[in-house]
């Protein structure tokens, strides 16, 4: 019996990363690179800089992580993978969108600064990203499935992403996000293509 209960600790053991470790990878890898860009905007430098930058990145990370999946939809519906990368991207989509409106529609550009000075960042963020969705979802230009988008605006969409991947975020799309979007989104146009 001991036995028995010792193979199937290393057979567990053996398998790989538990769900809350990998959530825990994830968590870590996106707090290093909020810090990272935290130090680099505000000119911190050094150890003492980089902790203070994580600390102050540990609550953007947590509210970002409950905000896309409230904003997803996902909160009140079983935990399953979705199976678009649009929706599971959504607020990397709504952002993308917003690049895209702002670049050929000038006059439906918002205001650099949506925020309140008085208001903590991290709010100013969320209210900044649902400006942006009100706005894109007035225009309502493009479809939100990957396959119902054209070849022609999806090579727009693919190109614009490409122009501005060094933009700092002001949203709550990380960098990540917007990477692995404009990944499928090349994947999708070499499928088209080829």
């Known amino acids: 019996m001991v036995r028995l209960v010792v193979l199937m600790m290393m057979a567990g053991w053996l ?3 538990t769900q809350a470790q990998r959530f825990a990878l994830e968590k870590n890898a996106e707090l290093d690179a909020c810090a990272m860009k935290r130090m680099t905007e505000t000119k911190i430098s050094g150890e003492q800089g980089y902790l203070q930058a994580h600390h102050e990145c540990h609550r953007i990370v947590m509210v970002q992580k409950f905000s896309e999946s409230n904003l997803d939809g996902n909160s009140g519906q079983g935990k399953h993978a979705s199976k678009d990368p649009l929706e599971k991207n959504s607020l990397c ?3 993308v969108k917003g690049l895209y409106i702002d670049e050929n529609f000038p006059e439906m550009r918002l205001p650099k600064d949506l925020s309140n ?3 903590p960042r991290l709010e ?3 209210d900044a990203q649902k400006s942006i969705k009100a706005r894109n979802d007035k225009l309502n230009l493009f479809p ?3 396959n119902e988008i054209s070849s022609t605006n999806l090579t727009e969409l693919y190109e614009l992403m490409a122009t501005k991947s060094t933009i700092g975020h002001k949203t709550l799309c990380s960098p990540w996000r917007y990477r692995e979007l404009e990944s499928v989104f090349g994947r999708e146009l070499k499928q088209r293509q080829g």
Request: charged share 25%; with cysteine.
């Open 15 to 17: 398998t790989g990363c």
């Open 93 to 95: 989509w709504e952002f």
């Open 117 to 119: 000075k008085y208001q």
């Open 124 to 126: 100013a963020d969320i």
């Open 144 to 146: 939100n499935r990957l």
